[in-house]
């Protein structure tokens, strides 16, 4: 990977050993699982360190970078950044995504028009973690997907980044925004129409600032990927748009109107003389 100034005066942790490592593993992750995702559109918002789609095949490609990163500019092989709502389905064809200047609050992308959108680290950045989910399944199309990085607050690196806003610990490197917990994702994205379709969680190591100390720290991987699975520094979780609709439940029963009744049988009989008349209802 290659440390860009600006970036790693937004993102210190990745000047660390271990933020190094934990963008490898991240890297391999959504490798995986954007790889087998299929459409035509797909955007990636924020940290431009990571590649998120460098493994997908869609052809129309693009990396979307808000206010924070304003001091940041495309390496020499990359196209420069775009400051006009994208009009779809132009990018470039198969190659590296393009740059676009936006705040992941108001994307200027139209409606249903994304099959995949990547999130690494975007959601604890943000200004409005609410708003940008709902703009994220705002342009994805029906059984669109999004996928999501985000640091456990329940972890050791959420433990180091508290005590450092509580200034206990002065050497604090991870962002100052808000953790998101992982069941409470699943929440927001349930409560967005999001289904979730896989999510699991990585790196069991605490942060480090010496290389020597991370690898001796290497064995806690294993043993936090069997014992503690939950602890892990990051998770990720992948999500699906499910189309919103009618459907009718069983069988449609019909309301048969019930026969009209036989009118009654009225038999009269008449007594002669003069004897009153006598009506029996049969």
């Known amino acids: 990977m290659s440390k860009v100034g600006p970036i790693i005066e937004l993102h ?8 190094q490592a934990l963008l490898d593993w991240e890297q391999a992750q959504v490798d995986r699982l954007v790889g ?3 459409g035509f559109h797909a955007l990636q918002l924020g940290l431009p360190e990571l590649d998120g789609l460098r493994c997908n095949r869609m052809p129309h490609k693009w990396l979307a970078l808000d206010s924070r990163y304003a001091a940041w500019q495309p390496p020499a092989d990359r196209a420069p950044l775009i400051h006009e709502p994208l009009v779809l389905p132009e990018g470039l064809m198969h ?3 393009l740059g676009l200047r936006c705040e992941f609050e108001a994307l200027p992308v139209a409606s249903n028009s994304l099959d995949l959108v990547v999130l690494p680290h975007a959601l604890e950045m943000a200004h409005d973690p609410h708003a ?3 703009e994220v399944e705002r342009v994805l199309v029906p059984d669109g997907r999004v996928v999501i990085a985000g640091f456990n607050p329940a972890s050791l690196w959420g433990v180091s980044q508290r005590l450092g806003l509580w200034g206990i610990d002065s050497a604090l490197v ?3 925004g808000d953790f998101i917990a992982y069941w409470r994702l699943r929440d927001w994205l349930r409560l967005l129409g999001l289904e979730v379709e896989a999510g699991g969680f990585g790196c ?3 942060m480090s600032h010496h290389t020597s100390t991370w690898e001796r720290l290497r064995w806690m991987e294993h043993a936090g990927d069997r014992w503690w699975p939950v602890l892990g520094a990051v998770y ?8 919103r609709g009618m459907r009718l439940v069983g069988k449609l029963k019909m309301n048969r109107a019930a026969p009209a009744a036989a009118p009654a049988v009225v038999a009269q009989r008449h007594q002669r ?3 009153v008349q006598q009506d029996v209802n049969g």
């Open 12 to 19: 210190p942790w990745l000047a660390l050993p271990s933020g």
């Open 36 to 38: 087998d995702v299929f």
């Open 95 to 97: 190659g590296a995504p």
């Open 132 to 134: 940008t989910l709902r």
């Open 174 to 176: 991870l962002p100052k």
């Open 204 to 206: 069991y190591r605490p």
């Open 236 to 243: 990720f979780v992948v999500a699906v748009k499910r189309a």
């Open 273 to 275: 003389d003069g004897h």
